[in-house]
């Protein structure tokens, strides 16, 4: 291990690093893929609700897949509002299922996998990099080399940064989740569905949600954004006590089983102003806030983020010209207004309107939009149909205001 030289070491195995892997393998390049924790299975943080799109989009099996959904519930402080789909609409994802196929996959093409190994720093030089890893069992601590070393480190930031103070000024947001296991009919309630909660009763400036994973297995969890609110009130809610809030209130299930308790956070830099690469170094995932601000899914941006690095890095390397500055413009052409836009649109939801505004907001939706409709907003950035749909009510609003000013 210590005498190996490598094209190019990815630090940390979420969806990044490990599409990362898996592509710059199936290049042939010499990779390796380093996380801290010592199993996929340990850190299993990500509810991981998507929609079917990414499932073709990076070639994921069935393995990896929890459960599918088809409705979706907005519940309100006062009321809930359904939409019904006939056909399958999406996914939860295994999340340690998913990184481990990454990882197997990238394995499979002649690269190397190291786990329960944490990046302490990094030396740049002219050929390349070093880098010392601490094997977080026996502390002793290993130094590899490599060409090119990717930050895949999520929020963290790990790599680009060598001290927090470098870090450009970040959004903060965290969340937890319940992994439970639930009666028969409990789970039938909301098996091929996907529950999200928004205002005061169940949130707490952020969204819930239950998400349904295998047979009688539920996710349950509430995020939280630590944005300033217009009512700036002490309040003893956490998002754990919100969690266990809708366990026992809404779900009110006869009893359950506690599987699992986890969490995350994430941070996210306004305008996608992170580093995005220097000196053979280059970010991916949410390290570059590749999380969508308003949903907070980062998965499939992740991955796309991966896909899009690993173009210049398979460029570089047969090359030799570094164009990293053009990844970094793409990934900002594609990304930046709708990144803005969903930056607007949490700021409003969660720290601006007041939970009669959610529930008429949700009213209106409901009323006039398809689950189609809802999902290409929620998860798709597309908003045509339904500001098409606005501007022809508000044309009519405004045409029958001059009418009776006729008369
Ligand atoms: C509670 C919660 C719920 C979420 N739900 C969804 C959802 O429903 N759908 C969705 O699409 N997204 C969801 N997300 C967001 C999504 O999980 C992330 O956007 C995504 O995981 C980002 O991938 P990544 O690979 O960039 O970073 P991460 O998944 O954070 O991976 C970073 C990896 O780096 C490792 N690492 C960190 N430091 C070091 C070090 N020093 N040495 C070695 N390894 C290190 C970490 O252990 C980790 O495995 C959720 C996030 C949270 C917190």
């Known amino acids: 291990m210590q005498e190996k030289k490598y094209d190019v070491v990815i630090i940390g195995g979420g969806p990044a690093g490990g599409q990362a892997a898996r592509n710059l393998s199936k290049r042939g390049y010499k990779t390796l893929l380093v996380e801290r924790y010592k199993s996929f299975n340990d850190n299993n943080f990500s509810s991981a609700g998507m929609t079917l799109e990414p499932l073709k989009e990076f070639d994921l099996p069935e393995a990896v897949i929890g459960s599918y959904w088809k409705d979706i519930t907005l519940q309100c402080t006062e009321k809930g509002y359904d939409w019904f789909g006939k056909t399958k609409k999406g996914v939860v994802l295994d999340f340690g299922k998913l990184r481990q196929f990454l990882a197997d996959k990238a394995i499979s093409d002649g690269g190397e996998v190291l786990l329960g190994h944490r990046y302490l720093e990094k030396r740049v030089s002219d050929s390349g ?117 809708i366990i026992n209130e809404y779900i009110q299930p ?48 992740a991955m796309q983020s991966a896909n899009l690095a690993s173009e210049y890095i398979d460029s570089y390397f ?52 398809s689950i189609d409709v809802l999902i290409d907003s929620l998860f798709n950035f597309k908003y045509n149909k339904m500001l098409s749909r606005i501007f022809s009510f508000l044309w009519l609003k405004l045409k029958y205001k001059f009418k009776k000013k006729d008369f």
């Open 254 to 301: 006869e009893n359950y089983t506690l599987i699992d308790v986890h969490g995350g956070i994430l941070r996210y830099c306004e305008g996608l102003n992170d580093t995005y690469y220097k000196n053979n170094v280059i970010a991916i995932g949410d390290a570059i806030s590749a999380i969508n601000p308003r949903g907070g899914e980062g998965i499939r941006y």
């Open 129 to 245: 990099v070093a880098i010392d890893l601490l094997d977080v069992e026996t502390s002793e601590i290993k130094k590899i080399e490599s060409r090119l070393l990717i930050d895949a480190t999520g929020p963290l930031r790990k790599v680009m940064y060598d001290a927090k103070e470098e870090q450009p000024k970040m959004n903060l947001g965290s969340g937890t989740e319940y992994l439970i296991e639930v009666d028969q009919q409990t789970y039938d309630t909301y098996k091929e569905r996907l529950v999200f909660f928004l205002g005061h009763k169940w949130a707490l400036k952020g969204y819930s949600w239950i998400f349904p994973m295998e047979n009688r297995i539920l996710k349950v969890g509430s995020g939280r954004t630590h944005l300033k609110s217009i009512d700036q009130e002490n309040t003893d809610k956490s998002t754990k006590k919100i969690t266990e809030k």
């Open 318 to 369: 047969k090359t030799g010209k570094e164009k990293f500055k053009e990844y970094e413009k793409k990934w900002k052409r594609k990304k930046l207004l709708k990144w803005r836009l969903s930056e607007v649109s949490a700021r409003r939801m969660y720290s601006r309107y007041s939970d009669a505004q959610i529930e008429n907001r949700v009213q209106f939706f409901q009323q006039n939009f």
